[in-house]
Protein backbone atom coordinates (compact mmCIF):
# COMPACT_ATOMS: atom_id res chain seq x y z
CA UNK A 1 0.00 0.00 0.00
CA UNK A 2 1.25 3.32 -0.78
CA UNK A 3 1.76 6.16 1.56
CA UNK A 4 -1.43 8.40 0.24
CA UNK A 5 -3.65 5.33 0.45
CA UNK A 6 -2.26 4.77 3.93
CA UNK A 7 -2.56 8.73 4.67
CA UNK A 8 -6.24 8.68 2.93
CA UNK A 9 -6.68 5.28 5.09
CA UNK A 10 -5.60 7.11 8.37
CA UNK A 11 -7.74 10.19 7.71
CA UNK A 12 -10.85 8.35 6.95
CA UNK A 13 -10.43 6.13 9.81
CA UNK A 14 -10.17 9.05 12.29
CA UNK A 15 -13.27 10.93 10.40
CA UNK A 16 -14.81 7.90 11.13
CA UNK A 17 -13.98 7.79 14.64
CA UNK A 18 -14.76 11.36 14.93
CA UNK A 19 -17.99 10.91 13.74
CA UNK A 20 -18.56 7.94 16.01
CA UNK A 21 -17.94 9.52 19.15
CA UNK A 22 -19.98 12.65 18.37
CA UNK A 23 -22.63 10.35 17.50
CA UNK A 24 -23.59 12.45 14.25
CA UNK A 25 -25.69 9.87 12.27
CA UNK A 26 -27.95 8.56 15.05
CA UNK A 27 -28.30 11.83 16.36
CA UNK A 28 -29.34 13.79 13.51
CA UNK A 29 -31.88 10.18 12.27
CA UNK A 30 -33.74 9.92 15.94
CA UNK A 31 -34.50 13.75 15.07
CA UNK A 32 -35.70 13.32 11.50
CA UNK A 33 -37.19 10.20 12.62
CA UNK A 34 -39.24 12.07 15.50
CA UNK A 35 -40.12 15.39 13.19
CA UNK A 36 -42.07 12.79 10.53
CA UNK A 37 -43.65 10.98 13.90
CA UNK A 38 -44.48 14.47 14.80
CA UNK A 39 -45.92 15.27 11.33
CA UNK A 40 -47.50 12.36 11.35
CA UNK A 41 -49.34 12.64 14.69
CA UNK A 42 -50.34 16.06 13.65
CA UNK A 43 -52.54 15.32 10.40
CA UNK A 44 -49.78 18.17 8.69
CA UNK A 45 -50.10 16.40 5.76
CA UNK A 46 -53.80 17.07 5.56
CA UNK A 47 -53.50 20.65 5.20
CA UNK A 48 -54.24 22.69 1.85
CA UNK A 49 -52.91 26.08 1.73
CA UNK A 50 -52.44 27.21 5.09
CA UNK A 51 -49.08 28.64 6.03
CA UNK A 52 -49.06 26.88 9.69
CA UNK A 53 -47.55 27.85 12.72
CA UNK A 54 -47.18 24.73 13.72
CA UNK A 55 -45.80 23.33 10.79
CA UNK A 56 -43.21 26.29 11.12
CA UNK A 57 -42.46 25.60 14.72
CA UNK A 58 -41.85 21.91 14.16
CA UNK A 59 -39.04 22.55 11.35
CA UNK A 60 -37.68 25.17 13.48
CA UNK A 61 -37.80 23.03 16.63
CA UNK A 62 -36.26 20.34 14.77
CA UNK A 63 -33.56 22.01 13.79
CA UNK A 64 -33.10 23.40 16.71
CA UNK A 65 -33.13 20.20 19.05
CA UNK A 66 -30.03 18.65 16.68
CA UNK A 67 -28.22 21.59 17.12
CA UNK A 68 -28.64 22.21 20.53
CA UNK A 69 -27.66 17.54 20.89
CA UNK A 70 -24.86 18.26 18.64
CA UNK A 71 -23.19 21.26 20.11
CA UNK A 72 -24.09 19.48 24.00
CA UNK A 73 -22.78 16.25 22.75
CA UNK A 74 -19.34 17.89 21.01
CA UNK A 75 -18.92 19.92 24.18
CA UNK A 76 -19.44 16.69 26.71
CA UNK A 77 -16.65 14.65 24.36
CA UNK A 78 -14.46 17.48 23.77
CA UNK A 79 -14.92 16.89 19.68
CA UNK A 80 -15.99 19.27 17.54
CA UNK A 81 -17.49 19.53 14.86
CA UNK A 82 -16.47 22.59 13.06
CA UNK A 83 -18.50 24.61 10.60
CA UNK A 84 -21.07 22.26 9.70
CA UNK A 85 -24.24 24.45 10.20
CA UNK A 86 -26.25 23.35 12.28
CA UNK A 87 -26.20 26.78 14.67
CA UNK A 88 -27.07 28.85 11.19
CA UNK A 89 -29.77 26.43 9.78
CA UNK A 90 -31.85 26.87 12.95
CA UNK A 91 -31.30 30.38 13.73
CA UNK A 92 -32.54 30.81 10.00
CA UNK A 93 -35.07 28.47 10.57
CA UNK A 94 -35.97 30.39 13.87
CA UNK A 95 -35.45 34.00 12.24
CA UNK A 96 -37.24 33.37 9.35
CA UNK A 97 -40.14 31.48 10.56
CA UNK A 98 -42.59 33.41 8.20
CA UNK A 99 -40.66 32.01 5.26
CA UNK A 100 -40.59 28.69 6.80
CA UNK A 101 -44.41 28.74 7.21
CA UNK A 102 -45.01 29.67 3.91
CA UNK A 103 -42.62 27.44 2.51
CA UNK A 104 -43.93 24.60 4.78
CA UNK A 105 -47.61 25.42 3.44
CA UNK A 106 -46.38 25.05 -0.80
CA UNK A 107 -43.80 22.38 -0.16
CA UNK A 108 -44.78 20.42 2.79
CA UNK A 109 -42.82 20.54 6.12
CA UNK A 110 -41.22 17.21 5.45
CA UNK A 111 -39.59 18.62 2.79
CA UNK A 112 -37.97 21.48 4.43
CA UNK A 113 -36.87 19.15 6.66
CA UNK A 114 -35.46 16.87 4.58
CA UNK A 115 -33.70 19.43 2.48
CA UNK A 116 -32.09 20.88 5.92
CA UNK A 117 -31.02 16.89 6.83
CA UNK A 118 -29.22 17.01 2.84
CA UNK A 119 -27.21 19.80 3.94
CA UNK A 120 -26.27 18.55 7.19
CA UNK A 121 -25.10 15.15 5.87
CA UNK A 122 -23.48 16.48 2.79
CA UNK A 123 -21.23 18.57 5.66
CA UNK A 124 -20.85 15.91 7.87
CA UNK A 125 -19.75 13.61 5.41
CA UNK A 126 -23.17 11.20 6.20
CA UNK A 127 -24.04 9.35 3.62
CA UNK A 128 -26.84 7.82 5.43
CA UNK A 129 -27.83 11.37 6.87
CA UNK A 130 -27.69 13.30 3.14
CA UNK A 131 -30.00 10.43 1.55
CA UNK A 132 -32.49 9.95 4.33
CA UNK A 133 -32.68 13.74 3.65
CA UNK A 134 -32.94 13.18 0.34
CA UNK A 135 -35.53 10.28 0.19
CA UNK A 136 -37.55 12.89 3.15
CA UNK A 137 -37.72 15.86 0.71
CA UNK A 138 -38.83 13.53 -2.41
CA UNK A 139 -41.19 12.48 -0.20
CA UNK A 140 -42.80 15.36 1.52
CA UNK A 141 -42.70 17.10 -2.32
CA UNK A 142 -44.89 13.86 -3.14
CA UNK A 143 -47.17 14.64 -0.19
CA UNK A 144 -47.14 18.32 -0.08
CA UNK A 145 -50.96 19.03 -0.14
CA UNK A 146 -50.49 22.25 -1.98
CA UNK A 147 -48.53 21.15 -4.22
CA UNK A 148 -50.83 18.11 -4.79
CA UNK A 149 -54.04 20.90 -5.32
CA UNK A 150 -52.20 23.09 -7.26
CA UNK A 151 -50.97 20.02 -10.16
CA UNK A 152 -53.27 16.95 -9.72
CA UNK A 153 -56.35 18.57 -8.86
CA UNK A 154 -58.86 18.24 -5.52
CA UNK A 155 -60.76 14.83 -5.64
CA UNK A 156 -57.72 13.31 -5.89
CA UNK A 157 -56.13 15.15 -3.40
CA UNK A 158 -58.52 14.23 -1.06
CA UNK A 159 -57.12 10.56 -1.27
CA UNK A 160 -53.54 11.33 -1.61
CA UNK A 161 -53.37 13.30 1.06
CA UNK A 162 -55.21 10.43 3.12
CA UNK A 163 -52.34 8.28 1.89
CA UNK A 164 -49.79 9.93 2.95
CA UNK A 165 -51.16 10.51 6.60
CA UNK A 166 -51.42 6.88 6.77
CA UNK A 167 -47.74 6.30 4.99
CA UNK A 168 -45.93 9.37 7.17
CA UNK A 169 -46.39 6.97 10.32
CA UNK A 170 -44.16 3.95 8.88
CA UNK A 171 -41.68 6.27 7.23
CA UNK A 172 -41.35 8.06 10.93
CA UNK A 173 -40.66 4.10 12.47
CA UNK A 174 -38.34 3.64 9.19
CA UNK A 175 -35.99 6.15 10.36
CA UNK A 176 -36.06 5.78 13.85
CA UNK A 177 -34.92 2.30 13.11
CA UNK A 178 -32.16 3.40 10.69
CA UNK A 179 -31.47 5.81 13.77
CA UNK A 180 -31.05 3.13 16.19
CA UNK A 181 -29.04 0.95 14.15
CA UNK A 182 -26.56 4.34 13.40
CA UNK A 183 -26.45 4.06 17.38
CA UNK A 184 -25.41 0.52 17.55
CA UNK A 185 -22.96 1.10 14.91
CA UNK A 186 -21.60 4.14 16.71
CA UNK A 187 -21.55 1.94 19.73
CA UNK A 188 -19.42 -0.97 17.91
CA UNK A 189 -16.76 2.11 16.65
CA UNK A 190 -16.40 3.48 20.14
CA UNK A 191 -15.92 0.09 21.48
CA UNK A 192 -13.54 -1.74 19.05
CA UNK A 193 -11.44 1.72 19.65
CA UNK A 194 -11.40 1.48 23.58
CA UNK A 195 -10.67 -2.05 23.27
Known amino acids: MSTTQ ?4 TESSI ?5 SSRRVESTNLIVIGLAV ?14 ASLFAGVVVAATFSAVWAVTAWRSWRT ?4 VRIGY ?16 GSAVLGPLTIIGAGFVLIGWREQSRRIWITGSVLAVYGIG ?15 ELVTRIATV ?19 EN ?4 SRAA
Open 167 to 185: TTGPVAVLVLALGGDSFLR
Open 78 to 81: GVRG
Open 87 to 102: GALAVASVLGLGYVML
Open 188 to 191: REIN
Open 143 to 157: TAPELLARYVGFDTV
Open 15 to 19: ARAVR
Open 37 to 50: ATVAASGLTNEIGT
Open 6 to 9: QTYW
